[in-house]
């Protein structure tokens, strides 16, 4: 059954360092997500992105963070200078299409630890 | 706006035994879907069911099924015979879909424990 995959799994890193966060939805979709989790915390949502451009974001996705699909397959989400509040699950998630009966289909999620 | 509310942090049930969870929503729209997701240990969200709010009929998958009852804005999860891999935590989830947004709003989640 075909799912999404999410690299790296665990990442650690430092205040102020820039960190990319890799996404592989499954193939036939073409709606893409980002949501967090921090810790103890409920699932928020980050940002939507259709036919190469976003299509919402939250009041979480500021200045420091970009998506982008750089190959058709990737999609990824960036993290320019991350904070300690950055810590936290990130989960993509991918749809066939805009429509209300779509279910998301959420990947592994990364862990990522800012120091 | 709209908001999900789960009003049990923490739920248990013994092993074979029946447990439901609740999950109360907000929202001015007609049509929408509701979702339940499970995220174990390894904290992967894994999509239990979903209900479409223009079905009457509640939905069902295996062992979980759902009462959905609209007027009361209300979506509780039922797992019958529960089994040691149901122990997770538990998210209800509510498509909005204002202007095209696809984003999922969740609750505060569940956490279930099952006893042997």
């Known amino acids: 059954e075909p799912e999404v995959t999410q690299t790296p799994s665990h990442q650690v890193t430092q205040m102020g360092q820039e960190v990319i966060l890799r996404c592989v939805p499954i193939?036939?979709?073409?709606?893409f997500y980002w949501y967090r989790q921090i810790l103890g915390q409920k699932v928020e949502f980050l940002v939507s992105f259709y036919n190469n451009e976003i299509s919402e974001k939250s009041e979480i996705f500021d200045d420091q963070f970009s998506v982008e699909r750089p190959d058709g397959s990737n999609f990824t989400l960036k993290i320019r200078s991350t904070k300690l509040e950055d810590s936290a699950m990130y989960f993509c998630a991918s749809s066939t299409r805009l429509a209300v009966q779509e279910t998301q289909y959420f990947g592994p999620g990364t862990r990522l630890l800012v120091l | 706006a709209q908001t999900v509310t789960q009003s049990q942090p923490e739920m248990s049930v013994q092993e074979a035994e029946t447990v439901t969870l609740s999950c109360t929503y907000d929202?001015?729209?007609?049509?929408?879907?509701l979702f339940w997701y499970k995220q174990p240990p390894s904290r992967q969200m894994i999509l239990v069911i979903r209900?479409?709010?223009?079905?009457?009929q509640n939905a069902t998958e295996n062992r979980f099924s759902v009462n959905f009852q609209k007027a009361a804005k209300s979506f509780s999860l039922k797992i019958s015979d529960s089994q040691l891999g149901d122990a997770a935590m538990y998210f209800c989830?509510?498509?909005?879909?204002?202007?095209?947004?696809?984003?999922?709003?969740f609750g505060k989640g569940t956490k279930l424990t099952v006893n042997p």
């Open positions: 929202t001015s729209e007609s049509d929408y879907y």
């Open positions: 193939s036939n979709h073409l709606y």
């Open positions: 209900q479409e709010a223009y079905k009457q």
């Open positions: 989830a509510y498509r909005v879909t204002q202007g095209g947004s696809e984003k999922l709003v």
